[in-house]
């Protein structure tokens, strides 16, 4: 009898010096056992620093007058009234349709083209002209938008130029209401997009290479 007590009493000292040297690794208060310092979980990895700007950049909100080009570009960028101004100006002579009636104004301002050829867009040049998948959404004041293809901005393509004008019949457009974009092909305007705050380019595979 006596000789059993001995062996449980055993199997329960065992039994406890297992737990205990489980328990050592990470003691219940958290502290690290062999520095004796509070344990941590790991830090997260940063983003990386471009994409951590292009959020902020993209989140960061607007000023009155301010135009953001981006989307599919290697260089996103801001500009204003100001900034077109000092670029190199074209006119054009237009007459159009609206809900106000038959328009006829000269506008002065800058290429399209030009402006978006700045940010760098990034077709694919490893598809026959890649750049003809590539569609431009401006939008303006109330969110209004309206949509070009590349090829109807693109000289190369397109014989129209389609300006971001600074100016009507010679009056300069206030600072801040910002650049109208002026489309002197179209027969009807509502593609003259004003209060005009954002130029996003991209490519059209994505939605139509995942369409059903």
Known sequence: MERRRNRHRA???LAAG???LAGCGQPADGKDAKTGSEASAPAPAPAPASAS??????AAPLKPGEVRIGGEVAKPYTLTLADLRKLP????PVKFASAKGDQEHTYAGVPL???LKT???????SKKNGQLRGVVAATGGGDYRAVFAWAELD?????????LAVSEDGVPFDDAA?????????TKGGRYVSELNQLWVGVVDPVVDGAK
């Open 53 to 58: 700007a292009s959020a902020k950049a993209s």
């Open 89 to 92: 100006q074209s006119s054009a």
């Open 119 to 125: 940010a760098e867009p990034r077709f694919d040049q």
């Open 155 to 163: 000289p190369g393509f397109a014989k129209s130029q389609v300006l």
């Open 11 to 13: 199997g329960l000292a």
């Open 113 to 115: 083209y030009e402006v």
């Open 178 to 186: 910002g650049p109208r974009l002026v489309v002197p092909q179209d």
């Open 18 to 20: 297992v737990l205990v």
